[in-house]
């Protein structure tokens, strides 16, 4: 049985070559469609691409439109395929007006060497059931973001101030992950893991819909099944935009998926 992600990130093969896509409403959230879907999606169609090379190793998306929900095209093209990795482009459109354009970089992580080391430190999160589920949010704020609806997401209290008007100001926060149906995350779903926390500047007293500008994924390794740590960080805004980094950890302790992403700053 297809799990939620796959069913929403499905994919018809056109005649020319391109993807059909059905983009679900399911994961809007404030003026569009979710940035981290779109990318998924994008990306599932460059594993179908090169089917030999299934997993993105780093993508570069940059967002050029607010997607909306229903059709859409992705048409995608192979730069360049190697020994052990192949470079393609892609781009996703709805109509006349393309959404985001994507570079990246796939390989198959199963036949890499299997050594996620790293000097990062894992998020300090508190136990499971001392988190805050985000299906306590207001009724108002999950109808503005559906897409609270696809995951069960625990927020970590010391990050979450900003529910009740009192954000940090340090610029993080952080979140036990998965999906609703509780299926396994795969590569292409870390994807979308890196943009599906609220923006981080929440925590810095800027709540509202933050526009992704561009949004660059390293994926370090498929992670194993179970529950995802995520931390999102902070240090600059700037010209009426921010910088999100963000750390994916899988259940195994490894640092799965790294992401960076320029942002415009909630309007007030």
């Known amino acids: 049985m297809r799990s939620e992600w796959e069913t929403h990130t499905a994919l018809d093969r ?4 391109s993807f059909a896509a059905e ?6 959230v404030g003026g569009g469609v979710n ?6 999606t994008v990306g599932q169609a460059l594993a179908e691409t090169v ?3 299934p997993h993105p190793l780093s993508v570069s998306a940059y967002y050029l439109s607010a997607a909306t929900p229903g059709p859409a095209a992705v048409r995608t093209r192979v730069l360049r395929d190697g020994g052990s990795v192949a ?3 892609a ?5 006349p007006d393309t959404r985001i354009t994507v570079l990246a970089t796939y390989g198959d992580l199963e036949r890499l060497p299997d050594d996620v080391a790293t000097t990062a430190t894992e998020p300090d999160l508190a136990p499971l059931d001392d988190c805050l589920p985000g299906s306590m949010a207001p009724e108002d704020v999950r109808r503005m973001a559906p897409l609270m609806e696809r995951f069960d997401v625990r927020f970590d209290p010391a990050c979450v101030g900003w529910v009740v008007g009192e954000p940090s100001g340090r610029g993080h926060i952080q979140a036990w992950f998965r999906l609703a149906d509780e299926h396994p995350v795969d590569a292409v779903g ?3 893991v890196c943009d599906a926390l609220p923006p981080v500047t929440f925590d810095l007293g800027r709540p509202g819909w933050a526009p992704t500008l561009e949004l660059t994924v390293h994926v370090r390794a498929v992670p194993a099944p179970g529950w995802l740590r995520v931390s999102h960080r902070t240090r600059n805004v700037a010209s009426g935009m921010f910088e999100e980094d963000c750390e994916v950890w899988d259940s195994a302790g490894r640092l799965v998926a790294q992401s960076r992403q320029l942002a415009m700053l909630p309007r007030a």
């Open 190 to 192: 870390l994807l979308m």
């Open 51 to 53: 089917p030999a090379k």
């Open 91 to 95: 781009e996703l459109a709805q109509g």
């Open 35 to 40: 940035g981290g879907y779109l990318l998924g």
């Open 14 to 17: 056109d005649l020319d070559g």
């Open 23 to 28: 983009l679900h409403p399911g994961w809007v």
């Open 87 to 89: 470079t393609l482009s």
